[in-house]
């Protein structure tokens, strides 16, 4: 996409944002065809922690995420940013909700008997990697919940650093200090339970 492209894209994203939060129902169907590779892109990034040969596509987060945000219509969702970070959230909550009940299946526990999502049914998830993160993120949250913004946006949306810092309202360096830091914290909690933090690949400035 040439830069002049990406910049008409950028402006019809904020268009219909603002038509959004001005009551406009049918907004969101317009809007996801033109944030849906990035949507993809952000649910590659999810899925980096899940088995080598797990059965999900990045197209069924992608899917649960419009569902989410689509039954939440008085959502106000600011500007680009903020829409794909609240769009990251719901597919990362949508993982670790399979994740638990997949957990709970496997114990015989009630939880055992909720239905799934037919785009979630199949998917084979390491579920104990899964529920490591994101309580060891909740963790960082509870501590540092810029710093958790900042490991979130990063390691778990793929946005840039420069993205990152205007974002959070901090300098570019103190971001990447931010970064390093949480990191390391998640790390720490996931080594606790036998799991690992898979390797960070920096995405580039955008």
Do not use: C, W
Not at 29 to 40: D, I, K, S, T
Not at 48 to 58: F, G, V
Not at 150 to 179: D, P
């Amino acid at each position: 996409m040439s830069g002049a492209d990406e910049k008409s894209s950028r402006g019809a994203v904020t268009q219909l944002l603002v038509e959004m939060r001005n009551g406009d129902g049918d907004a969101i169907n317009r809007l996801f065809p033109l944030v849906y590779a990035e949507l993809r892109r952000v649910a590659a990034n999810l899925m980096r922690q899940e088995r080598s040969n797990h059965t999900l596509q990045p197209t069924a987060l992608v899917n649960e995420a419009y569902l989410r945000l689509a039954a939440a219509p008085e959502m106000s969702l600011v500007d680009r940013g903020h829409f794909f970070a609240v769009a990251a959230r719901a597919m990362r909550q949508a993982l670790v909700q399979h994740a638990r009940v997949k957990h709970a299946q496997k114990r015989g526990g009630k939880q055992a008997q909720v239905e799934l999502d037919d785009a979630m049914a199949s998917v084979d998830v390491d579920v104990e990697q899964v529920i490591a993160i994101d309580e060891a993120l909740q963790k960082l949250e509870a501590l540092d919940a810029r710093q958790a913004k900042v490991v979130e946006m990063q390691y778990f949306i793929g946005n840039s650093i420069e993205e990152i810092a205007a974002a959070a309202g901090i300098s570019e360096r103190t971001a990447k200090r931010e970064l390093q830091t949480g990191r390391l914290f998640l790390a720490e909690q996931l080594h606790s339970k036998g799991q690992k933090l898979a390797p960070l690949g920096l995405p580039p400035s955008r």
